[in-house]
């Protein structure tokens, strides 16, 4: 009878904290959407949103959770998606083959995506252009007629020095393109990154955040990066915290 009891506390107990995890979730997610609306106006004005990337598979190892978010919630499901990656993921000469990945989870996505191959930007470590990307990522919002864009914040998430750049060159246009909203996906230090329990409940206390338990999601579309598969893939997709939460920081001017 004590071991029944306690399992039956157990059980409660994980009844409890699953359901205040789901309240706390669909609260943040609410104030998300509110704040991307109020961002970018209402009704026919919520039209397109971009990504700013470096790299084929940023878009999954990422920003995996507000994609599959935006597809679910039924406010901003219609959103137009647009992403600019601004290399073919080259270092290793596989650019070919990241680009048909890429574009494949452009289709699975509905986006209209652009992989760009410009001998002067690189994947790797060398510096960039930032003035001559920044100008490239204007003409691309511009064609597009973007609202807002998704990118990294200037820790780079990973801290790719590519990642960087990209930030650097989305703050350099937002310079010139003040009416543009640029939302910043933020990174988390070494030892936060890789427990998503503490991140998930940090992301409810700072908004705007989304949390969507999204491992399976991110386990699929690495699948589709079948390039970019390692042994140690499966532990990024179990223990990093961008498996289940993406919080960000609105760019100011």
Not at 46 to 69: N, Q
Not at 130 to 144: C, L, Q
Not at 206 to 212: F, K, L, T
């Amino acid at each position: 009878m004590p071991d029944l009891m306690k399992r039956s506390y157990v059980i409660l107990i994980a009844v409890i904290l699953m359901q205040t995890f789901n309240q706390l979730s669909k609260s943040a997610n609410r104030q998300f959407v509110d704040r991307l609306i109020s961002q970018v106006g209402d009704g026919e004005d919520v039209t397109r949103i971009a990504f700013i990337i470096a790299h084929p598979d940023d878009e999954s190892m990422f920003f995996t959770p507000l994609l599959e978010y935006i597809g679910s919630c039924p406010i901003i499901k219609n959103i137009h998606l647009d992403l600019l990656c601004l290399t073919r993921g080259d270092y290793m000469g596989q650019g070919d083959r990241r680009t048909k990945e890429m574009m494949e989870i452009c289709r699975k996505y509905s986006m209209n995506c652009i992989i760009d191959n410009d001998p002067s930007v690189k994947d790797g470590p060398d510096d960039w252009n930032i003035e001559a990307v920044s100008h490239r990522v204007e003409d691309f919002i511009r064609s597009v007629n973007a609202k807002m864009v998704f990118t990294f914040d200037e820790h780079g998430v990973s801290g790719h020095p590519n990642h960087k750049s990209v930030h650097k060159a989305v703050k350099r246009m937002k310079s010139r393109y003040k009416d543009i909203r640029v939302w910043c996906l933020r990174s988390h230090g070494i030892l936060v990154k890789y427990f998503p329990p503490y991140v998930i409940v940090k992301s409810f206390l700072n908004p705007p955040s989304i949390s969507r338990f999204s491992p399976l999601d991110v386990g699929r579309n690495m699948a589709i990066h079948k390039s970019q598969q390692r042994w140690y893939t499966i532990m990024w997709v179990l223990f990093s915290s961008y498996s289940y939460t993406n919080t960000f920081d609105i760019m100011v001017e």
